[in-house]
Every structure is written in C-alpha cells, then in structure tokens.
C-alpha cells in the first residue's frame, strides 16, 4: 500500500507546482488538507516511517521555489509600472469592464477575494494595476461605502526598519506623514500590503496573503 500512497503524493505535488498560478488560496488549503491526511495515512503504513518526512520536505522545497518565482514576479511587474507611468501612454477611453471616473478608468472583481498579488495578477491579465488614485477622495465617486469590505490598493513596503516606507508599485514614495497615510504605520510590521478599508475610508497595512481581499484595477488615461 505504501508504494501506491507514495505514488499519490508525489502526483499532487507535481500537479500544485504546475497550477500554482491558477489556482486560489481556497484550492491551496484543500490540498494541505489531502496532504495532512495522506501524512497520517502514511504514519500508519508499514514501512512508510521515513517517507513522510520526505514528503514534507518536497512540500516545502517546492514552496520555497514558488515564492523566489512570485517575489521575481512582482518585481518585474514593479519595474514595467514605472517605465508604462513615465511613458504616459494615451488612453482615451475605458474598456468595456471599466469604469471611468474622473481621469481615471477602475474595475472591481469581488466575486472572488484574493491575496495581494493575485489581486495584481489579476489587474494585469486586464492590462491595468492595481489602484493608485491621485487622492483616497477620489475614489470615494466609486467605491461604495458600505459594510467593511476592503479592497486591494497597489502599495506595500519592501524595506524593513523601525519606520517602514511605502512605495506605490509604479515607484512613488508614499508620504506616510500625509494624513491619509498615517494609518499605514500603525500596523505589524509584518503586514507589508496596502488595503483600502470603506468604512474608516482610511489604508490599512495588511498581510499580503490575506485571501479577503477585493481586487480594484486602475488604468490611467492620459491624453495626447
């Protein structure tokens, strides 16, 4: 029985690897499920004793790899948002699943909440960002106060130290001595992604594989 258990494992390891990017963090918690059902299987399995810890350690290889990918990722996302923002490319009207409010052309997709940067990988498929509004009133014309949703806001922290600074993804530094941003340093420092809370209307650091989040896409528009 141990070969065939064996067999299963390393089949759902191989398939997590190759769905990673498709996949949400719902599907991800399903298979630590499995995987946490096939280790106790596994522990009382004849002969199995060693192979569970084998097991785990290509999990955890296999994790370590997806998130040196994700981080290289974004990194290169981060790059391209600075190079599309200095190059201002003409945008004179919004695309069927956007919304055009002031300069500006957002979307929302709230069927399903997301980690940070599923939020951003998702904005990207569309050819937008994550949003980074002028001003937070700005988007007060779109938003709709209610209940405590939050949606995704392209900033986050990347540097550590007793004040962390915040950047928009396109490379502006965030004032985090303005008013509306004061609130991103009163939080853990360990919450490194920005949220938009509806009900206080204020940015909260979150951490940013919190899978509750709402994704708000932004493309700039941008005349000749």
């Not at 719902?26 to 946490?36: F, N, R």
């Not at 004849?46 to 990722?73: F, I, P, S, T, Y």
């Not at 996302?77 to 190059?87: F, G, L, N, S, T």
Request: charged share 25%; glycine share 6%.
């Amino acid at each position: 029985a141990c070969p065939c258990a064996w067999l299963a494992v390393a089949t759902l390891i191989g398939t997590a690897g190759l769905s990673w990017a498709a996949t949400s963090t719902g599907d991800h918690l399903e298979l630590l499920d499995v995987l946490t059902e096939l280790e106790a299987t596994l522990r009382e399995t004849e002969g199995c004793e060693g192979r569970v810890e084998q097991l785990w350690e290509a999990v955890r290889v296999r994790n370590a790899l997806l998130d040196d990918m994700k981080a290289k990722v974004l990194q290169r996302m981060d790059q391209i948002a600075v190079i599309k923002k200095a190059d201002r490319v003409p945008v004179e009207d919004c695309e069927d699943s956007f919304t055009r409010v002031g300069n500006s052309c957002y979307h929302t997709y709230s069927d399903q909440l997301r980690a940070w940067w599923r939020a951003r990988f998702h904005c990207w498929i569309l050819g937008s960002d994550l949003v980074h509004p002028e001003d937070l009133h700005s988007l007060r014309n779109y938003v709709p106060e209610a209940g405590d949703t939050k949606y995704w806001i392209g900033a986050r922290t990347v540097t550590s130290g007793d004040v962390p600074e915040w950047w928009w993804v396109d490379g502006e530094r965030i004032d985090t001595k303005d008013d509306n941003y004061t609130s991103l340093t009163q939080h853990p420092q360990s919450h490194k992604c920005a949220m938009l809370d509806t009900f206080t209307f204020q940015l909260e650091a979150t951490d940013c594989e919190d899978p509750h989040g709402v994704t708000l896409c932004e493309v700039k528009m941008y005349s000749n």
